[in-house]
């Protein structure tokens, strides 16, 4: 049943790009036109558009009221609320939302629904009788991550950094601010809400405050015994308990309000289980979903006796549970999942097949080939062949953030728990091969060693912790080891290879929320035969990160976030020249060559590696990187290279000459 669904779901999205609602910019005809055998190439710089790079639905929550589901977006331009009518089994409406990169919090009062965005930082109000959408607030935190009413309507945010909670009264439109749950910590990621209290769940090191909503008094409601946890990272309450999932060992804690000495913890049970991503108390139960297995749990509310209920689509987040006339309703990124606890059946219901607006998102990586080029996103990458024009989406369970081809598979790193997968052409799913564990989040960087047959991925910690790592997989016999740490409180970024050494470029950030302890990031080489670092050095000063490493001859180089280039003698071991080429981002960087290209999202440089000098190419592309971090993809014929204008995958020609 599960690989069904699975292939069904994969089908519904290879069909998106298809059924674009007209708003989409335009695409070009269904391949590009072939060039004669004698025509010159193109002139170095010459863009072609391809279409959206990544289409996709990504939704970050909803809430029921009146028998509709209202699910919001994120990623899109603009995000939406849809309107799922339960009975209908349609989406029957879109209501816009102007600002934000993304809908994470929703909550019902009454029969309004507010909604909170992220980057930045709105509170909208649907008058869902109305059928109308007001913005009524702003606040200037990054995140809005999390939204709670109370019983006389008052809307409770929780966001970040640092992690606050700010209270909405819909009678005066004031916004009053609780200040931080718990000094220090930058992560409100859970509110909830009762006629006294507002609790907020916090991370990266967990607590569970119980705010007063009158005189914002204050008490941690977690048992101390649970003090080392790392997330309250969802939470649900009821008149008599708190139940709130806790980070990283996939425990849930139920609590009495009366007596929170009172309390039993549930550990999920699907094997390599980390994080309890959503929570609902309904009747005698707690319902809650786990990741990355996606897997769907109840357990008793008096006893905690635990409940497996199935898993509606293998490795999918759920980010909401809800309640509706009997049966619950979990929410993930494009569909809903319907159990019926009289019959404990599942149903799975996309919901871009039922109408809910597919959209050109804010890609996170890019790749080329030589025949296809992969645009990861949210739940998967879209796959172009430029030559048919034809494009199809690879459904991952998380976001691929890099990507690399060796003969004939790409490898992709997908965010979370820094998995590795591989895909080979005309494949409809791709195989996972391993996952980091140790802590590990974020893949950085991938990169292949001929000598050890080794493909070598830099990963970035998990929320709250230290020490990146550095993942080796072997082609030949399909074995990895994870070395961890690498560089000492910092996260390995970036990663170039030959002979048997990696190269290494250092980010100062370790997990998200833990504050860097050092200033500068390193450059250091590794011995993938000894498994040894051989040396490291600051290569710029004060430079936080090196976001991309390329070898040339005799030379390594690198470039920063902020845009500067610097040419490192390997014999010598030693800085040589450094560039400023974009004062505004850095990227990928990919030597050619005596040449070398980058880009900032706006322009693409070209660096003349002789005189360590710098022109744009190509300008006006305005990419709308995912988190604005600009990717550059070189194909494998050298000339061309593949990134973003606006939102429209494009290829930029090259000569790869001075």
Known sequence: MIARRRFLQAAAASTVAATLPATLPATLPAALPAAPAHAAPAPEGTLTELGPASVASPLGNAEIVGGVLYAGSRGLSPNVVGAYDLTQDSVTTHFDIPTGIGV?????????????THSRSDLYKLDTVAATLTKVASVPDQFIWTLAASP????YMGTSEPGKVKEYDPATGAVRDLDEAVPGEPYVRAVQADDRYVYAGVGA????????????????????????RDWVSSMHISGTHIAGGMNSLAELIILSKTDPSDYKVVKATAPGEKYIVSVLIHGDHVYFAGRPSGTFYRCRLDTGELEVLGVPYFEAATHRILAHEGKIYGVQDNAVFVYDPATGAIDYRNLVQRGFRAAAEQPMSVHSDGERVYVGGKSGADIHEPATGEVTRLAIPGEPKTMLTLGGTTYLGVYTQAALYAHRPGEAEAELLLRAGNQQDRPRDLAYDARTGLIVMPSQPEPGHMNGALTLYSRRTGRFTVQRPIIERQTVYSVATRHGTAYLGTLIQEGLGLPPVTTTARLAAYDLVRRKLLWELEPLPGARSIISLSLGALHLYGISSTGEVFEFDLLRKKVTRTLTVSTHRGSDLHVVGRVAYCTDGDKVYKIDLVTFTAEPIAEGLAGEWFGGEPKLALDPSRKALFGLKGRNLVRIAISGRR
């Open 104 to 116: 994470w919090a929703m909550c019902a009062a009454g029969t309004d629904v507010y909604v909170g």
């Open 205 to 228: 090191n967990a607590h569970l405050i119980a705010i007063d909503r009158a005189t914002g008094e204050r008490r941690d409601l977690l048992p101390p015994e649970l003090a080392d």
């Open 152 to 155: 006389d309507g008052k809307v």
